[in-house]
């Protein structure tokens, strides 16, 4: 059986670059307030709208991406038996005492007694 080892790195740099590319969507987004090419109090400027939707778009590819190399990674740590999913606890079933019948569950017999008596009487005819 060939076995390969596992390294995280690949895992790790992109995860990194993730972050630092979310890091990046979050200067986009801050620098026209930063710089001061946004001025207080007034409509934002095309470049304002610009620099905020392209950051924000940057920052949410660079989220996704960062929880697709994480997930990447526990994936990857399961398959090299590092992780290991216990299993899950189940609550204790207990069994209800059983009761007596109650009147509809007597009513209910004794109607389904009376139908197969009717139905074995008609095909017998």
Not at 86 to 114: E, F, K, N, V, Y
């Amino acid at each position: 059986m060939r076995t390969t080892l596992f390294t995280p790195s690949k895992y790790i740099c992109g995860m990194v670059a993730s972050l630092i590319i979310f890091l990046a969507g979050g200067w986009l987004i801050l620098a026209p307030f930063a710089l001061g090419y946004q001025p207080y109090g007034a409509a934002w400027v095309s470049q304002t709208t610009n620099d905020f939707a392209t950051g924000i778009s940057v920052a949410v590819v660079a989220l996704v991406s960062f929880a697709f190399f994480f997930l990447s990674l526990l994936g990857a740590l399961r398959a090299a038996g590092v992780l290991v999913t216990g299993p899950r606890a189940q609550a204790p079933m207990t069994q209800a005492p059983t009761t007596q019948q109650s009147d509809l569950d007597r009513t209910l017999s004794t109607l389904a007694a009376a139908l197969t008596a009717d139905l074995t009487a008609r095909r017998q005819a």
